[in-house]
């Protein structure tokens, strides 16, 4: 058996016949189907915004009439496959703008339901690959709140953003882990190299660190501070992934020498030592308490 089919398209230009294939009928034995894409339709009202509302109230106008009168003639009427060419043809001369109906084609076999719609699927619809969400590694941050946070919550400032001005000659704002006051200042940031934050912004966070450091001791020195003992400490694991630049950054850290900067490096296995050290130690405050203290 024969069946024939004709492809809707939405016609956005009819000087340069831009075109969308829509949807598709077809008439197979007495059998009538046909389907509209619905990401094809919604593509359409990007393509051209002015006339959505025409073509959504066309479309709906093209499906009553296959509903309702084309499917009853088919079926009482369509013995013969050339009265089936004879409705296809009919409407492919159907035009009103931005409607089309293709001349029909031939199958050489059966269809059934299942069948068209897989014909549907492969030829009409757009068949977008859903992207892969991106799947973030949280262990670093679950890490930082338990050897952290946690102990050290009510003990010293933490999530605390270090205000310009604060600090003399600070020029920004910066957000740190922790910071606490104990005869010396007690800073810690944590950088998730894993999280594949974008790399300018890492190696922005990590100089801006750096300068507000050096006017951490500054501002240790005004307040009578043991500025040689502060302890500031910049948390960062290995990085993990395929990106050459994260690679390449960490390994700049990993090559510092001790003392040549105002921070030290540990990774989330120390972490804990530090944590161990601030919550112990006699008379630490927070920086806040600090500050507040000085005013």
């Not at 939405?10 to 829509?22: Q, R, W």
């Not at 507000?212 to 040689?228: A, T, V, W």
């Not at 900067?261 to 008379?283: C, G, H, M």
């Amino acid at each position: 058996m024969k069946s024939y089919y004709s492809i809707i398209r939405f016609v956005n230009n009819p000087l340069s016949k831009e075109n969308l294939a829509i949807g598709m009928i077809l008439i197979s034995g007495n059998e009538v189907y046909y389907k509209f894409s619905k990401e094809k339709i919604a593509l359409s009202h990007k393509i051209n915004n002015s006339n959505s509302k025409l073509l959504d109230y066309t479309i709906k106008k093209i499906s009553d009439f296959i509903d309702f009168q084309l499917k009853e003639e088919v079926s009482l009427f369509s013995k013969d496959v050339s009265v089936n060419l004879e409705y296809l043809n009919r409407l492919s001369i159907y035009n009103n703008g931005f409607i089309q109906f293709d001349n029909p084609s031939v199958l050489h076999m059966s269809i059934n339901s299942s069948s068209f719609n897989d014909f549907f699927k492969k030829y009409i619809e757009l068949n977008l690959k859903p992207q892969k969400k991106q799947i973030v590694d949280k262990a670093f941050n679950r890490t930082i709140k338990k050897v952290f946070f946690d102990p050290l919550k009510d003990v010293i400032d933490l999530n605390y953003k270090v205000k310009k001005e604060q600090i003399p000659n600070l020029f920004f704002d910066y957000t740190l882990d922790g910071i606490g006051v104990n005869g010396s200042v007690y800073s810690v940031k944590s950088i998730d190299l894993n999280s594949e934050k974008p790399i300018d912004i890492i190696r922005r966070e990590i100089s801006d660190l750096e300068s507000l450091n050096y006017r951490l001791d500054l501002f240790s020195k005004e307040y009578s501070l043991d500025e040689d003992n502060a302890n500031h400490y910049l948390v960062i694991d290995p990085y993990k992934g395929s990106k050459s630049s994260y690679h390449k950054l960490y390994e700049i850290l990993m090559e510092q020498k001790e003392g040549d900067y105002p921070y030290s490096i540990i990774d989330t296995n120390y972490l804990p030592t530090v944590t161990s050290k601030i919550k112990n130690s006699e008379s630490i405050t927070k920086f806040s308490d600090f500050i507040e203290s000085m005013n």
